[in-house]
């Protein structure tokens, strides 16, 4: 029988991992230990077939990374993207991304993390993040994030949500002046608005960049 101790010293440097993560380790491993195991604090159970081990929970942006592998593929986007940039001045403590699964919506010990559906055409505009490098050992290059370029970050939001159709409630958003006047790329915005091919947000995005003289 796998010990903990043994366990953890293979698994941690997975950050978060599947029972099949596990299994690829431990050919044998019985999936009872993880259910001990949880019980006694020694995992946070993510989702069903998910976990990880508790002292994750204090390393930084972790839970943005635990966003893209518990519901794959995926990346974080929407307001939660608008606010790790600046664009918007609330501080967001959910983390909503996009995917071509069904929406979805989980809670665990690390935060809530939301889920919205788009075709497949939809699903670009994002870049990797690597997770900020710690003294520990178990710090892997492979462990990196998915987040939307701001571009697509707005974008989604305003797909997603039609009622950002006029001046009113796109004033709402509350969206800095300066990062949509200086830092956003309005070339990109368009060529992905294209790829978009949505008229309704063509709308929208014409009467947002008209709010700021773009």
């Not at 019980?39 to 990374?65: C, H, N, T």
């Not at 010990?109 to 710690?134: H, I």
Request: aromatic residues 14%; positive net charge.
């Amino acid at each position: 029988m796998v010990g903990y101790i043994e366990f953890k010293e293979r698994l941690q440097i997975e950050g978060c991992f599947s029972i099949h993560q596990a299994r690829n380790y431990f050919p044998a491993f019985d999936r009872n230990s993880l259910t001990r195991w949880t019980k006694k604090g020694l995992l946070v159970r993510l989702r069903q077939g998910w976990y990880a081990f508790p002292d994750m929970i204090q390393r930084s942006e972790f839970s943005r990374y635990v966003a893209g592998k518990i519901y794959n593929p995926s990346y974080v986007s929407l307001r939660t993207a608008l606010s790790i940039y600046g664009m918007i001045p609330d501080e967001v403590t959910s983390i909503t991304s996009v995917t071509t699964l069904k929406t979805a919506h989980f809670e665990n010990d690390f935060g809530q993390y939301s889920y919205q559906n788009v075709k497949s055409e939809l699903f670009f505009g994002y870049k990797p993040v690597m997770l900020p490098p710690e003294k520990s050992t178990f710090n892997s290059p492979s462990q990196t994030w998915m987040l939307a370029l701001p571009e697509k970050a707005l974008l989604d939001l305003l797909y997603l949500y039609p009622f950002y159709d006029n001046e009113e409630e796109l004033e709402r958003l509350k969206l800095d002046k300066n990062f949509i006047t200086k830092r956003l790329d309005v070339e990109r915005l368009g060529n992905y608005l294209g790829q978009m091919r949505n008229k309704a947000l063509d709308s929208r995005v014409r009467k947002l960049l008209k709010i700021y003289d773009l």
